[in-house]
């Protein structure tokens, strides 16, 4: 069994920042990617951004510049530092990793709530 915790989500203002953090646990030989999608109400799940276990980073558009995805693989352990937030980021943002235990595959997190509102 693999989980993925989510932590850091909440309530901030336009131009603040947060930090979710999203810890994987279990029977788990090796992990791959792990990153941060989200989805707004009525939107489909978009990738945010990803890292790969070698440190190779990929980013949305529309976080470059504001959002720093890291890793920590002694801890695995991912972080998403999000800055300069804008209410269009609200929306659920779930962790994601494709871990390796007999086989890869996905899993995700539950999800943890941001909302960028004044």
Do not use: H
């Not at 989500?9 to 810890?23: E, W, Y």
């Not at 190779?56 to 510049?65: L, S």
């Not at 943002?93 to 909302?115: E, F, H, P």
């Amino acid at each position: 069994q693999v989980q993925l915790v989510e932590s850091g989500g909440g309530l901030v203002q336009p131009g603040g920042s947060l930090r979710l953090s999203c810890a994987a646990s279990g029977n788990i030989f090796r992990i791959n990617a792990m990153g941060w999608y989200r989805q707004a109400p009525g939107k489909q799940r978009e990738l945010v951004a990803l890292v790969t276990s070698g440190g190779n980073t990929n980013y949305a558009d529309f976080v470059k510049g504001r959002f720093t995805i890291s890793r920590d693989n002694a801890k695995n352990t991912v972080y998403l530092q999000m800055n300069s937030l804008k209410p269009e980021d609200t929306a659920v943002y779930y962790c994601y990793g494709n871990i390796l235990r007999s086989m890869a595959a996905d899993y995700w997190g539950q999800g943890t709530q941001v909302t960028v509102s004044s």
